[in-house]
């Protein structure tokens, strides 16, 4: 080339050079925007400093796209941002395109899908977590983002920004973030400064917002989910900041065990992640990583786990947190005595020293998670990409030839809404379901019109299998063999067609072309237009429904009047005693009502003998300790109309609960939350204390008098002793060598069928236990049992449960008389975390003011026979 033209050629190759340099020297520092730097001791970010920062350096710089991607709870905008390359980023809609092909192998072979690895860009979602307490999740993802964008000549960086495309969530929960920011700056600089939050730091879930990965009843999930469906990522990459100690960070591979429906794909590439980043964090001195320990992911229900059933690389570590933004220090006698001598282990390859922890120092620890995995992916960005492509095609591959080859939800159940309900829930976690035609049939069966089938020869199909099968917990803790640190870290068993009460069937042989052609895609599962039938004066609703009470409720505020019918009615469901009959309201506002809530009606001529309804006065116990189950409570009462009011320490302390409330709902709290509560000096004296026995004794009155009190699970335990209740846990004192049973799906029959508490339910239900109660009625109990686990019969239907000999034939569910008053002890969880919709009435059925029917007085053992004493159940309870 003639010397003249190099001159030119070099002079521009230097001013794109200083362009460059320019724009990243121009990217704005998180000090120049909030006055201070993420990880900065007694400063946090709240989500409006979190999202203004992240605008600047939007405005800044072209490596940068913002994005709203939804709603949270309390109506805040969900924020993310888009990094790489503005090459890139001017190509994201394309890229987004290729990505959700290989995500499902559409119209793909194994040479097309190489050559959109070879041509296409990784996208890999990092997020600032989801437990607002872990507060350096956010803060990191400022450092992370100005790293990235403020980068000059970093070829680390470089590769990066030209390989792979960056998801960047600032919180996955914003709400939470900022009450938990708020509450620790005005504590800051006093001796509340490290107090906890008095409430749940997301609205209705809290911490369980990490449990709704696949049922999405929260919108945060909700939009998380969609955002999945929209950008394909291969990895999916959550913060947490629950480090066991010592150790600084815990990462992957997880401790066993692991679900078969993971794809093999995605369950390596787990293990190469955390081993990458061990060595990654080791080279930047950044010692005291573990792996394995405590952290199982068998749940499937994790937000930050569901997605590797749609073969994404779905995981999270967990960084180490003292408090907030308050510093501390570390000596080694701080350790766990088994840590305490420094010794490198097979998965602590290289332990920490102690010393000072400072928010910083999380932040950084969080930012090098990040990098490592950013850097894992643009160096194999194209074997990533065909990797996602082959976990599709091999899943639709082998369900063309292994069974289950579908699964079919009838149209026609006891419970249609909530059939349509879990049909839905799989359309909206992103798997294809078909509406059939007249005449489909499968397993010897013909299925009525709109029956919903979900084809398993699809890339996401996993999840369904996962969902909808039995899980079978491992021989090895089974057995027995197992010591107790390998003990499940959350439920074992969530079967959802059990929990929701669906019937869903396997079919096990495979779908031929005229079956096919009898399906339809839909993209919302619908049930056919309801109707009101007959010409009766009354109105007839089906019992069996959950929508039902939607639609009673719905009657009492306009004014309507409901009873319960106490002879066989007609109903859309058939013929049924416990009906609800609604009358007061003309035909036209019964079908709008049914037309909203799904539910048909039959106008009858009213029945001889019915039980009046009144809407109940419900308060529901609101501690100062959050409780996540109250939450959960609170949210499905809300849900289905019952308008419940929150009942604090200081309500259940005033006299006279029984002029005020009809019902009184206690969650499931440990005897220490009810009673004590927060301790003097931890939190500010307003959110100190429990119910204290002034408020034990309030409710003893309240009961009395006339109340109805109803307790779950572990507060059941607490009442018998609490109230001198002539009932005997028999799992008190129980070691996990003579009982265990930390979440499963377990099956009782269902007993006293007449009694209104009971109305609705099956003869036999499936209820999730978690470290409940079991029951034995003593001398002196006036009452009924409601629901018994099956007498020499294993009791399991899904999960683990070890020595069910201890609750075989036992009572799982009471209703005694309390003075004038009624207490209604549940030894599971009729709400367990808005999933177990089919043991919803039993909450429900008890929310109402109606008059009591006699109860019988039980057989109970003699005084000199009492029943066989079982220990109490020392199961781990779910971390809060």
Known sequence: MPQSGIRPLFALVCLLTLATSLAAAQVPTPISVLGHNPGDDFYLADYGDTVRYFHALAAASDRIKMFTVGKSTRGQDFEIAVISSPQNLAKLDEYKKIAGRLAKATDLDDESAKELARSSKVIVHIDGGLHASEVAGPQHTMALAYKLLSAKNDPEVDAILDQVILVLWPTLNPDGQDMVVHWYRQNLGTKYEVSPLPWLYQDYVGHDNNRDGYMMNMKEEQVVVK????????????????????????????????????SPYVRSWLNVIGTNMAAYLDAHKMPGAISESRFDNWYAGFTDWAHVFRNEISFFTETALYEYATPHFYTVDDFPKNYRDLRALTMYTTPWEGGWWHLKDAVDYMVGGSMSVLDLAAKNRETLLYNRYQAARDNIQHFRKEPPFAYVISSKQKDTPE?????????????????????????????????????????????????????????????????????????????????????????????????????AKVDKAEIPETAIDGTGTVFAVS?????????????????????????????????????????????????????????????ITAPAHSLPLKKARIGLYRPWSPSIDEGWTRWILENYGFEPKSLYNADIRSANLHSRYDV??????????????????????????????????????????GGTLVALNKTAASLIPLMSLPVQNLLEGAKSDKFFCSGALLRVNTE?????????????????????????????????????????????????????????????????????GRIVLYGFKPQFRGQSHATYKYLFNELYSYDHPQLPVEQTPAKDDPPAHVAKNSAPEEDE
């Open 227 to 262: 955002a999945q469906l929209e950008y394909s990522p291969v990895i999916f990459y959550c913060q947490h900041q629950t480090a066991p100690p010592p150790a600084r960070i815990w990462i992957p591979p997880f401790s066993d065990p692991i679900s078969s429906n993971i």
């Open 419 to 519: 059939a349509a309900l879990l049909a839905q829930k799989m359309i909206d976690n992103g798997l294809d379901v078909y509406a059939t035609k007249t005449g489909f049939h499968a397993n010897g069966v013909t299925y009525p019109t709109g029956s919903w089938v979900i084809p398993m020869d699809q890339p996401f199909s996993a999840l369904a299998k996962e969902l909808l099968e039995r899980q079978r917990y491992p021989d090895a803790l089974e057995n027995g063999t197992s010591k107790a640190v390998d003990l499940p870290y959350d439920v074992t068993g969530w079967t959802l067609s059990l929990q929701m009460g669906v019937d869903t069937d396997a079919v096990s042989d495979p779908l031929e072309a005229d079956q096919r052609a009898l399906l």
């Open 543 to 603: 019992h069996k429904v959950n929508a039902s009470f939607q639609l009673a409720n719905a009657a009492l505020r306009a004014g309507g009047t409901v009873s319960l019918a106490e002879e066989p009615v007609k109903t859309a469901n058939g013929t049924e005693t416990g009906a609800f009959i609604i009358s007061g309201l003309g035909r036209s506002n019964i079908a709008d009502l049914t037309k909203k809530y799904e539910i048909p009606a039959v106008a």
């Open 664 to 705: 009184i709902v206690l969650p499931d709290l440990s005897s220490h939350q009810l009673m004590e509560g927060f301790g003097i000096g931890v939190v500010p004296g307003q959110y100190v204390g429990g119910i204290g026995q002034d408020g034990l004794n309030n409710l003893r009155e309240f009961t009395r008098e």
């Open 752 to 820: 006293h069928a007449d009694l209104p508490v009971n109305f609705g339910l099956d003869d036999e239900l499936v209820v999730m236990f978690q470290n409940g109660p079991v029951f034995q009625p003593l001398p002196g109990f006036h009452g009924a049992v409601l629901a018994r686990y099956p007498k020499q019969t294993n009791p399991l239907e899904s999960g683990l449960l070890l020595h069910p000999e201890a609750i075989e034939g036992k009572a799982a569910a009471l209703e005694l008389v309390y003075g004038r």
